[in-house]
């Protein structure tokens, strides 16, 4: 497959298609344009390919954990769960006071999650059905 990165278009060989990019199409869209010349002469060397677009397709992994809604309260809290929470709750206030504000949110959350590894968003289960009173 030859394929040139920085011209906006490759030739697939093996499965027969002269694929190009958007930009490249819009160029090449406009008769007299360098890009309609290079698409016409690719289309005289390789007349049996078909053109075709290229397609971007984004990776997602099934696996990653996201831990929605997971802010510096919940923290706290679940910090307050444990043993030993007094240090490490001063700990914990170290640990944000010490990144600079941009960034800071990330950095915690990231340390938060190394220190605290069975944290889940489902551990203090934030339905407190013993503190709630219907009159």
Do not use: C
């Not at 040139?4 to 190009?20: D, M, P």
């Not at 049996?48 to 809604?69: L, P, Q």
């Not at 289960?125 to 009159?135: K, P, Q």
């Amino acid at each position: 497959m030859a394929k040139n990165t920085n011209t906006g278009y490759r030739v697939n060989h093996i499965e027969e298609e002269i694929v190009i990019t958007k930009a490249f199409e819009q160029k090449a869209s406009v008769q007299r344009t360098r890009e309609y010349k290079i698409l016409l002469q690719l289309k005289k060397e390789n007349s049996t390919y078909s053109v075709v677009k290229r397609t971007v397709t984004v990776a997602t992994s099934s696996t990653k954990v996201t831990y929605k809604g997971l802010d510096y309260d919940r923290m706290a809290n679940y910090i307050k769960s444990l043993p030993d929470s007094e240090n490490n709750l001063i700990k914990f206030e170290k640990v944000k006071e010490f990144f600079p504000a941009k960034g800071r949110y990330a950095k915690v959350k990231k340390w938060f999650l190394e220190k605290y590894k069975d944290y889940s968003d489902d551990v203090l289960g934030f339905e407190n059905d013993e503190d709630s009173d219907v009159a």
